[in-house]
């Protein structure tokens, strides 16, 4: 394993034919899901990337907006100006396949930055808990148990109301982003403090962290240098699959109007102004935001269960 | 006509990579009462042999060739409900480990009455009965109230009898017992292996003792089949193969096992298969500081050392209840000597050693180095300058090593965090370790797990002399590794010892390993320390009783050939 995690200083190209021979590299060659699940992620995270290249339109830019183009159907031309959109239009003439790749820019950025956030909190607290235990680790645990015992949601839904408080109206919109990743991340870094603690729990009796204290190592390196690098695999399934419920829980947040707001729409922003349509017969309004997220929040997470098989050395 | 028979068994394990072949063309008979013993070496295929008798291979294992018989029918390839009924019934199995080989929900009495019933059929009042006879006969005293109680409220001995007693209660024709005594103490070890010895001759059934332990091999079995890399290499009655070994591979594991009754020199180095990997101290001694062991005062003082862990926690002190772990232990160690310390597991002899190495702060007492008081933990100035004096060597070389690190990354570590040497001294440093140790300067690129055992032992060495100390701690240094490699690993240590002046602190549960290495022994039982005394001494006149057991019970291997064994 630890020879597909980090192998500095090779020559970079027998490195790569390491990689590729490793078991690692051979597990996924040889899982027909996660070939498909990745290929199906990087292209969407392409496709977020360079947006402002492959999107024939900027649907926020009011110059380009034409609202005789509103409810124009996939594919048809539109009754007034006779033109095509390949996914449609929404109410104000917005091209559909426009406003999806930039709502995938903002969706991923949120859930990206969630997770890291939250990944960074979590591992740090889990370290620290595990290593000294005694009153800290009953502390931090036991506000990891506290905090699960509220919905994430619900959790995000407040730390966003107390945010929206005390931020001035007209910051309200830039600070939105930030605040859903703060909130998000949040609700979510008790998972990866129950994993690293769990992990480094096992690491810290081995013999070779007595070894470093034997040396006279101090805590702190001890914790990142030695037992920190031995914990990651989980965290980075854990880190995947995180990753596609942030998706979800921002999706979630702005569905119910507490997110990405309408000037700078995430997908879930999007689902929200197409659900007020379904009913009137514009069903693509939501329907192709509806399935983009769906594609990305499942190829990710087929992503991390197959990460998670295939560094369990125990399933393979 | 024999009991069980095993002819020209070849089992592969087929990998991405390669075929590997665990078992190859290999023979064997097993004949009614009598002890067959399979020895070998890690990864010598001898445990592979048990499972394919059992049916009880690995996926993707599979018999690729040969045949295995059980009293003239054959069993190997065989459907799995046909070889379902077999096991268990006609062939039973002991495990190494006793704790995880019973069910920890079901008291002794629903394990033995099912397994009864399940084979043997009849009334539960029939299978009750039996039961009980049987944990009578397996020595379990007060069977009526010890048959209904739970696998956890018996100790490791007494576990090993019940599964001995499981294994035997459906009348089997052949036994595998697969390592039944690594997991016990030396004294229980001794007992377990009387019990299987006669009730294989009440019973006449027939062992298969799958053992890494020669001296387990010459006290208990009948005959004898030795294994290296999947082959067999000598087999024979075992006086025979014991005393008179012909194939070179079989005298070079007798030459390496640990003798009781002779002091050697160094362990004789006969190498087959891997090739030889030297030790150069000389290089090392050269550049070694001159320690002066001046032997007037004594390099360790240690007085009324005492160690208690909680055992019960609770808010207020009252609440709380301690283990006593070490118990006012005091003794001096001798600048220049090895100091062993012996004693069964749970005698608190690696929480003595631990408390010396700083790793446990001390709960009373004091321990001394040159005069000043290390076991005040708070004292910086002394404490860097007694880390930089002192190492130790690990039982686990599997757990001693960060598998996230380079290997020379992890020999520097000591000299970088005590600043002993800039950047591009430290890496001439390393590299020059590594060689002495014997694994050549490459070593330092790869990680520890590209090693095997022994070179993971090598490397750890190689961290410990970093920083050219002078007092080396030796925790179960060789109890993980296989016998050649241990004598490798003790020869290493003396080299240390004898030319570089260090003084070691060594312990171990192994006596045959302590009369080698150690010039003095404690003997530690129960927290405290019974007996201390001359090595040559302890062995020859123990003054406690609790010694002279110690000794009675150990294995005496006089009948192993002493070929090549020089004393020294």
């Known amino acids: ?316 | 006509m024999s009991l069980l028979t095993i002819q020209d068994l070849t089992v592969e394990f087929p990998t991405r990579r390669q075929l590997f072949t665990a078992v190859d063309h290999a023979s064997l008979s097993v004949e009614p009462g009598e002890i067959h013993g399979l020895v070998g070496e890690s990864g010598a295929g001898k445990s592979t042999i048990g499972a394919a008798v059992m049916g009880l291979l690995e996926r993707p294992g599979r018999i690729a060739s040969g045949q295995i018989k059980l009293g003239g029918e054959q069993i190997s390839g065989i459907d799995a409900e046909a070889m379902r009924g077999l096991r268990g019934k006609k062939i039973s199995m002991i495990f190494q480990d006793p704790l995880t080989s019973l069910n920890p929900l079901f008291t002794v009495r629903e394990q033995l009455v099912e397994t009864i019933q399940t084979h043997l059929g009849g009334t539960e009042a029939e299978a009750n009965k039996r039961a009980r006879d049987l944990i009578d006969r397996v020595g379990i005293p007060d069977p009526d109230t010890r048959l209904d109680q739970y696998p956890h409220q018996f100790s490791g001995g007494m576990r090993q009898r019940v599964v001995i007693a499981l294994a035997l209660c459906t009348e089997p024709d052949v036994i595998i017992a697969d390592e039944p005594t690594t997991a016990l103490d030396v004294s229980v070890q001794a007992q377990i292996l009387d019990l299987i010895k006669e009730l294989a001759q009440e019973r006449q059934v027939g062992v298969i003792l799958i053992t890494h332990d020669m001296g387990v091999i010459a006290d208990s079995t009948d005959r004898v089949t030795v294994m290296y890399a999947g082959k067999v290499v000598e087999s024979g009655t075992t006086a025979q193969v014991m005393g008179q070994p012909q194939h070179k591979y079989t005298k070079s594991l007798i030459a390496a096992v640990p003798r009781p009754t002779l002091k050697l020199h160094r362990f004789p180095q006969i190498s087959y298969g891997g090739r030889e990997t030297r030790f150069a101290v000389d290089d090392m001694a050269r550049h070694w500081p001159k320690v002066d062991n001046d032997t007037s005062k004594p390099l360790f003082e240690i007085r009324n050392l005492t160690k208690k862990f909680l055992q019960k926690r609770g808010l207020l002190p009252w609440d709380r209840t301690y283990f006593t772990a070490v118990d006012n232990v005091s003794f001096d160690i001798h600048a220049g000597e090895v100091f062993g310390v012996v004693g069964e597991s749970g005698s608190g002899k690696s929480t003595v050693a631990r408390m010396i190495a700083g790793l446990y702060p001390v709960d009373g007492g004091t321990i001394d180095f040159q005069g000043q008081r290390v076991s005040d933990l708070s004292n910086r100035s002394v404490q860097d300058e007694y880390r930089k004096n002192i190492q130790m060597i690990f039982q686990d070389p599997y757990s001693s090593l960060n598998p996230r690190m380079r290997v020379d990354e992890i020999v520097a570590e000591p000299i970088r965090h005590h600043r002993l040497m800039d950047g591009a001294h430290i890496k001439r440093r390393v590299d020059e370790l590594l060689d002495q140790v014997g694994l050549g300067s490459g070593a330092g690129q790869k990680y520890p797990h590209e090693f095997s055992g022994g070179q993971r032992q090598r490397i750890s060495i190689a961290r410990a002399l970093a920083t050219q100390p002078r007092f080396l701690i030796c925790d179960e240094p060789t109890s993980a590794l296989d016998v050649s490699i241990q004598a490798q690993i003790l020869n290493i240590l003396k080299d240390l010892q004898e030319h570089l002046g260090l003084t070691m602190l060594f312990i171990s549960h192994d006596l045959p390993v302590v009369r080698q290495m150690c010039d003095r022994v404690a003997v530690m039982k129960q927290g405290q320390i019974v007996e201390v005394q001359e090595t040559s001494e302890l062995f020859a006149n123990p003054k406690t009783e609790y010694a002279s057991e110690l000794l009675r019970l150990m294995p005496k291997l006089d009948d192993l050939s002493t070929d090549g064994l020089e004393a020294g």
């Not at chain 1, 360079?50 to 009754?79: H, K, R």
């Open chain 1, 1 to 316: 394993m630890s020879d597909t995690m980090e192998t500095p200083k090779a020559a970079p190209k027998t490195r790569m034919a390491k990689f590729w021979d490793s078991d690692f590299a051979w597990s996924f060659r040889h899982s027909p899901v996660a070939v498909i699940a990745s290929l199906v992620v990087v292209i969407l995270v392409l496709a977020a990337i360079f947006a402002p290249l492959i999107a024939p339109y900027n649907p926020f830019n009011p110059a380009t907006l034409n609202l005789m183009n509103g409810f124009t159907p996939p594919g048809t031309p539109n009754a007034f100006t006779q033109e095509t959109f390949l996914l449609g239009t929404d109410d104000q003439g917005r091209d559909v396949f426009s406003t999806i790749l930039y709502g995938l820019r903002i969706s991923l950025f949120v859930g990206a930055s969630a997770v890291l956030l939250a990944l960074i909190i979590g591992v740090i607290l889990g370290l620290v808990a595990a290593y000294f235990g005694g009153w800290i680790e009953t502390l931090i645990m036991r506000i990891a148990d506290v905090q699960l015992t509220f919905p994430a949601i619900l959790v995000a839904m407040l730390i966003f109301g107390i945010a929206k408080g005390i931020t001035p109206p007209e910051y309200r919109d830039e600070m939105a982003i930030y605040v859903l990743i703060i909130a998000i991340a949040l609700s979510d870094w008790v998972q990866f403090a129950r994993v690293v603690r769990g992990a480094a729990l096992v690491e810290k009796n081995k013999e070779y962290v007595q070894a470093a204290r034997l040396i006279g190592r101090g805590s702190f390196p001890i914790m990142f240098r030695h037992i920190l690098p031995n914990v990651l695999s989980p965290v980075l399934v854990i880190a995947t699959i995180s990753l596609a419920l942030a998706i979800i829980a921002e999706a979630t947040l702005s569905f119910l109007g507490v997110g990405a707001p309408p000037t700078q729409p995430s997908l879930g922003t999007l689902i929200r102004i197409g659900q007020g349509f379904l009913f009137s017969g514009e069903w693509w309004i939501l329907f192709f935001p509806a399935c983009t997220l769906l594609a990305l929040a499942l190829s990710v997470n087929l992503l991390g269960d197959w990460l998670r098989d295939a560094l369990n050395p125990k399933l393979r």
